[in-house]
């Protein structure tokens, strides 16, 4: 089997459902994207089981995280945007890549629904520093291969 | 077209107005060009600006919109004099390029090029039994994306 590395910059994309456009409108500017997947853990500890401590998986909390360059276009600051998503104190619908497609397959979207948990913004002030932005989302349920219907 | 190419071009046009009082200061790629005459600047032999030791690498910082460059280019001042001379020339002429290249905090005044940064300037001397020059050599990294 070959080995065909992922690269990050193609699985770092993030897109936010934008009602007026009707379509997923890129998340600008991205310089890094992770992801958690953190395990919710039942333990029991009793004479079944012999004063061990079992741990049983009841769920699972995902997360994903973007930073970012904040850019303006047409006076439009991408920070805005953010700002306004969040603003909302409701869900919206996010799309990311979970394969790049360059090992020849089809590059494959993921959707999932989310709020905002965090949206930080950094202004350095050296020479040439960019204003710079992170984002946390919790992910309510599950990703999702199916485009979801608007 | 290759960055260093497109850089060039677009520092030379940003350049062409180059003018220390009412006289132009030519701009070259690399060498002198030899059939253009050297204009004389407030008592200087001769005066001129030579573009050189361009440079390409990756910027640290990527995106997912476009691969970012630092393009480096070293932009020298010549002033050439007489037993005396002075060293302000060159600089009086090295800041107008930076003013017209970038602002003070790294803005770029080019189309096409996120920021401009101030890598390093400095002055030398150079002398011989008959004459002096004084050069401002200033790099800069002109950050582009795509």
């Known amino acids: 089997m070959a080995n ?26 991205i310089t890094s994207r992770s992801e958690s997947n953190a395990s ?3 333990e029991k500890t009793n004479a079944c089981t012999q004063g061990k401590t079992v741990k049983t998986i009841t769920s699972i909390t995902r997360t994903v995280s973007v ?3 904040v850019v303006t276009d047409n006076n439009v600051n991408s920070l805005d945007d953010l700002r306004d998503l969040q603003d909302s104190l409701t869900a919206h619908d996010f799309k990311v890549y979970r394969t790049s497609g360059v090992d020849g397959a089809t590059e494959t979207a993921w959707y999932f629904s989310a709020t905002i948990s965090n949206l930080n913004a950094d202004y350095p002030t050296g020479e ?11 992910i309510e349920g599950e990703y999702s291969n199916v485009k979801p219907t608007h | 077209m290759d960055r260093a190419t497109e850089i060039r071009g677009k520092v030379i046009t940003a350049l062409s107005t180059l003018k220390y009082g ?38 640290a910082v990527q995106t997912v919109d476009a691969p970012r460059f630092n393009l480096n280019m070293t932009i020298r001042v010549v002033t050439k004099w007489g037993t005396v001379g002075k060293k302000k020339l060159c600089e009086d002429i090295g800041d107008t390029i930076i003013n017209l290249l970038r602002d003070d905090r790294g803005a770029s005044r080019i189309d096409g090029i996120d920021k ?24 800069l990294n002109f950050i582009k994306n795509g």
């Open chain 1, 128 to 138: 040439g520093e960019s204003a710079t932005f992170t984002m946390d989302l919790n």
């Open chain 1, 40 to 42: 919710n853990v039942m």
């Open chain 2, 22 to 59: 009412s006289v132009s200061i030519p701009v070259f790629d690399e060498v002198v060009n030899p059939n253009i005459s050297l204009p004389s600047v407030d008592g200087s032999i001769a005066t001129y600006v030579v573009i050189q030791d361009q440079q390409e690498e990756l910027n």
């Open chain 2, 116 to 139: 401009v940064l101030l890598v390093t300037a400095q002055s030398i001397a150079e002398t011989t039994i008959n004459n002096i020059a004084f050069s401002k050599i200033i790099i």
């Open chain 1, 67 to 69: 930073s970012g360059e």
């Open chain 1, 4 to 29: 065909n590395y992922q690269p990050g910059w193609k699985l770092a994309r993030l897109a936010v459902w934008d009602a007026t456009a009707t379509d997923y409108v890129p998340i600008a500017c």
